[in-house]
């Protein structure tokens, strides 16, 4: 099964949402959708899920017309399963009945007993096996989110397509449910399409990361590759705050605007050499009371444990570096900047 979006354009009256949108999806990829509010990233996964219309383009599953301008196939046909930003709970029904509620359409193939075994698989994928008979007034956000997961796949689904499921939670449930999500992912072998605002996320979950801006593509690409090599300006510096050091490129060589410092490294994508711009990552940086490299203060200083993380002021521009535990500077203090080697 391949997803084939196929120069997919959206508008509302005069605003476009989406603006020639292609890709293909891979059979059981698990696509991550970034960017910020209103970039386009929810009305493409409303699209996929038949939930709207495109306004030009097609979208095709194995060769097949899925949504057109003129033809859409119904959403209780896709075999699809959504998770959405909110839980959906009913305060009425159980675990175990909100688990089965998609196993109670008149469409449903399954035999009773074929159900009951899916439930019971699906309950116990999420880890809610003890869970079954409580009422989601009775449960956490994390527990009320394993919910929906297990309803969105106990009908074994070919396609995942999930809204910003962790935005309602913790830092520590997200870090708990990304590893829940990736345990599905695993296990049912389904397509995922998730949207997410969260870079975190998409780079610690995703096979591919589909970057957009203002409803067009910016980068698609591994985590890897979006994070280490950054083919537009948005996409560096969305992705992990991203400083751009101004200057001219010189081969494999990068002369400093202003001063007198040369980065050795690899020639960044198109973008950053046409308009002279260098992408180094906070950990790219190294601070140095030597006197050699880009000369500094620091303004702000954050200790993270195993790393502190700083804002070094220059003459142009002020930029984030990360160093290890070990590298104590305190605010005030003028340092030089140089990127690592490699």
């Known amino acids: 099964m391949s997803l084939k979006i196929d120069h997919i354009t959206k508008k509302f009256g005069n605003f476009t949402a989406l603006d020639d949108i292609s890709l293909e999806i891979r059979d059981g990829e698990f696509l991550a959708i970034l960017g910020p509010s209103g970039c386009g990233k929810t009305t493409l996964l409303r699209i996929i899920g038949g939930f709207e219309a495109p306004t030009e383009g097609s979208i095709l599953k194995d060769g097949e017309i ?45 035999t009773e007993d074929e159900k009951r075994k899916a439930v019971d698989q699906a309950i116990e994928a999420v880890g809610l096996s003890t869970m079954e008979k409580r009422y989601p007034g009775e449960l956490s956000g994390g527990q009320k989110q394993r919910v929906s997961l297990a309803r969105a796949i106990v009908a074994k689904p070919s396609i995942l397509l999930m809204d910003e499921p962790l935005s309602a939670l913790d830092a520590e449930l997200k870090i708990s449910m990304r590893r829940e999500i990736q345990n599905i992912h695993k296990l049912t072998g389904a397509t995922i399409i998730y949207v997410t ?47 751009l050091v101004k200057g001219k490129w010189l081969g494999n060589m990068f002369k400093v605007e202003n001063q007198d410092v040369v980065f050795e490294t690899e020639p960044a994508a198109k973008e950053f050499l046409v308009k002279g711009l ?65």
């Open 66 to 110: 899925f949504s057109s301008q003129n033809e859409n196939v119904p959403v209780e046909k896709r075999n699809l399963g959504m998770v959405f930003q909110s839980f959906a709970l009913w305060p009425h029904m159980t675990v175990r009945e909100h688990v089965e509620f998609p196993l109670n359409s008149k469409r449903c193939t399954m």
């Open 197 to 243: 605002h969260d870079q975190s996320e998409a780079l610690a979950m995703a096979d591919r990361i589909l970057i957009m801006k203002s409803g067009k593509i910016e980068q698609l690409d591994t985590p890897e590759q979006v994070y280490c090599n950054p083919q537009t300006e948005f996409a560096a510096t969305f992705v992990s705050k991203c400083n």
């Open 278 to 342: 260098c992408p180094v990552r906070p950990e790219e940086f190294e601070i140095s009371c030597d006197g050699n490299g880009i000369r500094g203060d620091i303004v702000n200083r954050q200790y993270n444990g195993r790393e502190i993380h700083y804002a070094v002021r220059t003459t142009d521009a002020v930029y984030n570096v990360y160093t290890g535990q070990g590298q104590l500077y305190n605010e005030g203090e003028t340092i030089y900047l140089r990127k690592k080697a490699g």
